[in-house]
């Protein structure tokens, strides 16, 4: 009976897993195709996944749709705490086990607040602006003893991920996660690429976001941080700003046709 009940449970956090991951996947794929419209003159703009949420319950259906998009968020949020607690993965109690999994729960605290936002969006509430909370958090670091040496070393560590998302692309490693082999060679093959170029795109925002951190550290001014929306406004107003834009935008759509995938092909374990 007791592992039944396991079984059952372990089905049901693979569903909500699933879920979530198409739901993330949706919210990148609206804020790439926003940028992607700005960066080439069809309307569009540079947002955040808050920014996204917003578009969805402006739809026809809005409510519905950003109700059942909260829902995947929140069954994302589920799988990561478990991946964090329960460590279905293997990840061990070593030093490097312990960072992924810490790694996992932080995930999934950031991703809860963004299907909070999509909840106040829902009940007519509102929601905050992710730049504008970003600011705020980094005003209140500065505030403490070694406050700039903090922000900094936060500006770093967010690079840091940007460089492994590089990594990540590069390598292609994600491929072992995924249960590809009902799928054709070529299939597989522009799978893997648009993986890997949305990973580089993600890999782009988190080093520009590390950038404006580190900027803000130095000048002790928290208007200096840049969010999401923001970072892609900076790549904008670059030189071929139009044109960088646009590629990272793009590649911000193929990570949530990334996403999407590994919610049909990802092999989930929940327990």
Same mark, same amino acid.
């Given at each position: 009976?007791?592992?039944?009940?396991?079984?059952?449970?372990?089905?049901?956090?693979?569903?909500?897993?699933?879920?979530?991951?198409?739901?993330?996947?949706?919210?990148?794929?609206?804020?790439?195709?926003?940028?992607?419209?700005?960066?080439?003159?069809?309307?569009?703009?540079?947002?955040?996944?808050?920014?996204? @949420?917003?578009?969805?319950?402006?739809?026809?259906?809005?409510?519905?749709?950003?109700?059942?998009?909260?829902?995947?968020?929140?069954?994302?949020? @589920?799988?990561?705490?478990?991946?964090?607690?329960?460590?279905?993965?293997?990840?061990?109690?070593?030093?490097?086990?312990?960072?992924?999994?810490?790694?996992?729960?932080?995930?999934?605290?950031?991703?809860?607040?963004?299907?909070?936002?999509?909840?106040?969006?829902? @009940?007519?509430?509102?929601?905050?602006?992710?730049?504008?909370?970003?600011?705020?958090?980094?005003?209140?670091?500065?505030?403490?003893?070694?406050?700039?040496?903090?922000?900094?070393?936060?500006?770093?560590?967010?690079?840091?991920?940007?460089?492994?998302?590089?990594?990540?692309?590069?390598?292609?490693?994600?491929?072992?996660?995924?249960? @590809?082999?009902?799928?054709?060679?070529?299939?597989?093959?522009?799978?893997?690429?648009?993986?890997?170029?949305?990973?580089?795109?993600?890999?782009?925002?988190?080093?520009?976001?590390?950038?404006?951190?580190?900027?803000?550290?130095?000048?002790?001014?928290?208007?200096?941080?840049?969010?999401?929306?923001?970072?892609?406004?900076?790549?904008?107003?670059?030189?071929?700003?139009?044109?960088?834009?646009?590629?990272?935008?793009?590649?911000?759509?193929?990570?949530?046709?990334?996403?999407?995938?590994?919610?049909?092909?990802?092999?989930?374990?929940?327990?």
């Amino acid at each position: 009976m007791a592992q039944q009940l396991t079984q059952h449970t372990s089905l049901w956090i693979e569903i909500l897993a699933r879920f979530g991951l198409a739901a993330k996947g949706v919210v990148y794929g609206i804020v790439g195709l926003l940028a992607a419209q700005a960066a080439f003159g069809t309307g569009g703009r540079t947002t955040d996944t808050e920014g996204a @949420l917003q578009t969805i319950i402006n739809q026809p259906f809005g409510q519905f749709l950003l109700a059942a998009v909260a829902i995947g968020l929140m069954g994302y949020v @589920l799988w990561r705490f478990v991946q964090a607690i329960k460590d279905p993965e293997n990840k061990g109690s070593d030093a490097k086990g312990i960072l992924q999994r810490i790694g996992y729960a932080t995930t999934g605290v950031i991703y809860a607040g963004l299907a909070l936002s999509a909840v106040k969006l829902i @009940l007519g509430s509102g929601g905050s602006s992710g730049d504008s909370t970003q600011e705020d958090w980094t005003a209140r670091l500065l505030a403490q003893p070694f406050g700039q040496w903090l922000v900094g070393t936060g500006g770093a560590f967010v690079i840091g991920i940007g460089f492994y998302q590089f990594y990540r692309a590069f390598t292609a490693k994600f491929r072992k996660k995924l249960d @590809l082999h009902e799928l054709s060679d070529t299939e597989q093959m522009w799978i893997i690429a648009i993986s890997r170029f949305g990973l580089f795109a993600r890999g782009v925002v988190f080093c520009v976001i590390g950038f404006f951190l580190i900027q803000a550290a130095r000048q002790s001014d928290a208007s200096e941080v840049r969010g999401l929306g923001e970072a892609l406004q900076a790549l904008a107003q670059q030189p071929y700003g139009s044109w960088i834009l646009g590629i990272v935008a793009l590649g911000l759509v193929a990570y949530g046709i990334n996403m999407i995938v590994q919610a049909r092909y990802r092999r989930i374990m929940a327990t």
